[in-house]
């Protein structure tokens, strides 16, 4: 069975600190992505990366920033964590050209900063 | 731009009730449509997806039609169960974008 594996399930942080985020998957997937969960608004996509030491902006890249130095591990970075980054982060993979239709996710990171 | 609206939550239903969850999308052009499932506790899963216009996708009694003319991808269900219990994500993709543009979810509960 593939598997999305995120390192923590909940998190707590204080403003200002450098928070990372991991995930690794297992399917030796090509694409990884990191998206945000918030209520009323869906997922949204902050980066993603279609091969090592590639990335992509997405649609809410600001305050993030990601690192991609193997092919199964793909970090998010929040570089000073502040309170309108509370929210629970996804990462999900997929496989190559054809694969960006059919994501596997991790079950999530719920991220508190204070 | 592009986008997709989902009928708001919660939606509370008994057992063996017939399912409704209505999506509609903004874009140009034939995009592919999707419906991801989000258990509690898990990361999202694709239930079922359509890639052309009046292509029916199903899975596990869930079906979805495209329909390209009311640019709509309503999800049914003809009886649900306490299982089902889950946040319900409609979404969509060209075949040249590299993203998946998700809606804003809709939960749903089922009652014994």
New interface residues.
Partial sequence: DVK?TQSSRYLVKRTGEKVFLECVQDMDHE?M?W?RQDP??????IY?S?DVKMK?K??IPEGYSVSREKKERFSLILESASTNQTSMY?C?SSLGDRG?????????TQLSVL | GDS?TQMEGPVTLSEEAFLTINCTYTATGYP?L?W?V?YP??????LL?ATKADDKGSNKGFEATYRKETTSFHLEKGSVQVSDSAVY?CAH?YSS????I????TRLSIRP
Avoid at chain 1, 40 to 45: A, E, I, M, N, S
Avoid at chain 1, 102 to 107: A, D, E, R, V
Avoid at chain 2, 97 to 100: L, Q
Avoid at chain 2, 102 to 105: D, L, R, T
């Fill in positions: 999305v694409n992505f998206y009323g608004l869906g997922l949204r996509l993603f279609y992509e997405g649609d996804l999900a960006f239709e059919k994501l596997f996710f991790g079950s999530g | 997709v592919s999707f991801y989000q506790g898990e990361g999202l899963q694709l997806k994500f993709r974008a590299s993203k998946i998700f809606g804003s979810g």
